[in-house]
C-alpha cells in the first residue's frame, strides 16, 4: 500500500502558529492552532503517517521551523511573501484561511518559492548583516556629532558649549564601542571565508574588498540558481524596472530583489572609480573606466548614496571626523550650505551621460561571478 502524501500549510506567527494539513485530494486530515514551541510541533507532523510536505512564507521567524522540519524529514518550501499575495489574494483574512491557502496552493504546485540559503552560509550571512546595521548606528553616531558643529558653526568639539561637549562625546563613545564591534565580526568571519576560493577570486575585481566579497559570496549563496546572467542583475537590482504602456517606454525604480547586493556592487564601482588609474595597468588602458561602470552603472545613478555601504563607509553630505580614516573627506562646514555650482551640475551630468553609453554590463560578473566561480549548480531553485 502506497503512503499517503499529506501538504501542510503553516501561518506562522511569533506565540502561535496555524497549521492546515491537505491529503492528496484536498480533503483536511487536520487543522489546529499550535504555541510555537518544537514539541507540539513535533507531535502534529508524528500524528499522521506518511510523507509531508509543508509550506511556510518568508517571515522573520521561520528559521526554527526549518531546522525543526528537517529533523522530521519534512520537505519544506519557502513562499515568496510578496508573490504570494498576488496569487492569493482575499477578501477574508484570518489564520485559518491563510494555512488553508497555503496547504491548497502547495498541493496545486502554484507556489512562488523563495531562494533558502544553506545552513552553512546562514549564519555568517546574518552576521554579515547584523555588521551593516553597526555602520548603519556608527555612521547616524558620527552625523549627529556634526548636527551639533553644524547648530554652533564650530570646527571642533571642543569649541562646543559645555553641555553640548557632553552629547557629542557620548556620540564619539558610541563611534568607538560600535568600531570594536563592527571589527570584531570582521575577524570571526575572516578565518571562515577568505581561504574560500569564491572569495578570493572576487578579491581579483578591482573596487571588491573583503566585505564587499564576503557580502557577494554570502547574499548570492548558489549562483546556478539564475538561469542567465539577465535574472543575477535583476536579483541584484543593478538594472532598472520598466513601466510600459502602448507605444511608451519607461524605466521605474524597484526595490525587488536584494538590497545587499546593490550595496556591495555600488560600493565597488565607487571604489573602482576612485582607483581608476590603477586599473590601467592591470586591465589596459581602453577598459579601465568601463569595467567599474560595466559592474553597477544603474545602481550608481539610483543608489541614494547617503545610505551605508556593506563596507563600513557612506557617502554623506557632511565632512566626516576622521577622513583619513574613512577615506571620503569633505571640507569642514562654512558659514553658509554647501551649494554646487552650475559647472559643477554640467560636469556630473555629462560624466552619467557618458556612463549610460557604456551600459551593457557585460563582464566582470560574468568573469569573476561565473557558475562556476561562485557555489555550486543546482536545479530547480527559482531566484526571488
Known amino acids: 500500500m502506497a503512503s499517503t502524501t499529506y501538504y501542510t500549510g503553516i501561518d506562522l506567527h511569533k506565540k502561535s502558529a496555524y497549521l492546515t494539513t491537505l491529503d492528496k485530494e484536498g480533503a483536511v486530515a487536520c487543522q489546529k492552532k499550535l504555541p510555537c514551541r518544537r514539541e507540539a510541533l513535533h507531535l502534529y507532523f508524528r500524528r499522521l503517517e506518511g510523507r509531508h510536505l509543508a509550506v511556510i512564507e518568508t517571515t522573520t521567524g521561520w528559521y526554527w521551523v526549518s531546522d525543526l522540519l528537517e529533523e522530521e524529514g519534512v520537505a519544506l518550501v519557502l513562499a515568496h511573501a510578496k508573490h504570494l499575495k498576488a496569487i492569493a489574494y482575499a477578501k477574508v483574512k484570518t489564520d485559518k484561511v491563510d494555512s488553508a491557502t497555503l496547504a491548497h496552493l502547495l498541493r496545486t504546485d502554484m507556489i512562488p518559492e523563495a531562494h533558502e540559503t544553506s545552513n552553512e552560509l546562514r549564519p555568517m550571512r546574518d552576521v554579515l548583516r547584523t555588521r551593516l546595521c553597526l555602520v548603519d548606528r556608527r555612521i547616524a553616531a558620527i552625523n549627529s556629532v556634526h548636527r551639533l558643529l553644524e547648530k554652533m558653526n564650530v570646527r571642533s568639539v571642543a569649541a562646543l558649549p559645555e553641555l553640548m561637549q557632553l552629547q557629542a562625546r557620548c556620540h564619539?563613545?558610541?563611534?568607538?564601542?560600535?568600531?570594536?564591534?563592527?571589527?570584531?565580526?570582521?575577524?570571526?568571519?575572516?578565518?571562515?571565508?577568505?581561504?574560500?576560493?569564491?572569495?578570493?577570486?572576487?578579491?581579483?575585481?578591482?573596487?571588491?574588498?573583503?566585505?564587499?566579497?564576503?557580502?557577494?559570496?554570502?547574499?548570492?549563496?548558489?549562483?546556478?540558481?539564475?538561469?542567465?546572467?539577465?535574472?543575477?542583475?535583476?536579483?541584484?537590482?543593478?538594472?532598472?524596472?520598466?513601466?510600459?504602456?502602448?507605444?511608451?517606454?519607461?524605466?521605474?525604480?524597484?526595490?525587488?530583489?536584494?538590497?545587499?547586493?546593490?550595496?556591495?556592487?555600488?560600493?565597488?564601482?565607487?571604489?573602482?572609480?576612485?582607483?581608476?588609474?590603477?586599473?590601467?595597468?592591470?586591465?589596459?588602458?581602453?577598459?579601465?573606466?568601463?569595467?567599474?561602470?560595466?559592474?553597477?552603472?544603474?545602481?550608481?545613478?539610483?543608489?541614494?548614496?547617503?545610505?551605508?555601504?556593506?563596507?563600513?563607509?557612506?557617502?554623506?553630505?557632511?565632512?566626516?571626523?576622521?577622513?583619513?580614516?574613512?577615506?571620503?573627506?569633505?571640507?569642514?562646514?562654512?558659514?553658509?550650505?554647501?551649494?554646487?555650482?552650475?559647472?559643477?551640475?554640467?560636469?556630473?551630468?555629462?560624466?552619467?551621460?557618458?556612463?549610460?553609453?557604456?551600459?551593457?554590463?557585460?563582464?566582470?560578473?560574468?568573469?569573476?561571478?561565473?557558475?562556476?566561480?561562485?557555489?555550486?549548480?543546482?536545479?530547480?531553485?527559482?531566484?526571488?
Open 172 to 384: 564619539l563613545d558610541e563611534v568607538e564601542l560600535l568600531e570594536r564591534q563592527i571589527k570584531r565580526l570582521e575577524k570571526t568571519l575572516r578565518p571562515e571565508l577568505l581561504p574560500r576560493s569564491p572569495v578570493q577570486r572576487l578579491l581579483r575585481i578591482p573596487g571588491i574588498g573583503e566585505v564587499n566579497a564576503y557580502t557577494i559570496r554570502l547574499e548570492i549563496g548558489d549562483i546556478g540558481r539564475f538561469p542567465s546572467e539577465k535574472q543575477f542583475f535583476s536579483y541584484a537590482r543593478l538594472v532598472p524596472g520598466a513601466s510600459d504602456s502602448g507605444a511608451r517606454t519607461r524605466h521605474k525604480k524597484s526595490k525587488d530583489g536584494n538590497r545587499y547586493l546593490k550595496l556591495a556592487f555600488s560600493h565597488a564601482v565607487v571604489r573602482a572609480v576612485q582607483r581608476r588609474d590603477r586599473l590601467v595597468g592591470v586591465w589596459g588602458d581602453a577598459p579601465a573606466l568601463d569595467i567599474p561602470t560595466a559592474l553597477c552603472f544603474y545602481s550608481l545613478t539610483t543608489c541614494n548614496t547617503r545610505n551605508s555601504s556593506p563596507s563600513g563607509t557612506a557617502i554623506t553630505s557632511q565632512a566626516r571626523i576622521e577622513p583619513e580614516r574613512t577615506g571620503y573627506a569633505r571640507p569642514a562646514p562654512t558659514n553658509g550650505p554647501h551649494r554646487t555650482s552650475k559647472r559643477s551640475a554640467i560636469v556630473s551630468s555629462v560624466r552619467l551621460m557618458w556612463l549610460r553609453s557604456r551600459l551593457k554590463l557585460r563582464i566582470i560578473l560574468t568573469v569573476a561571478i561565473s557558475r562556476r566561480g561562485i557555489g555550486n549548480h543546482r536545479s530547480g531553485s527559482k531566484p526571488h
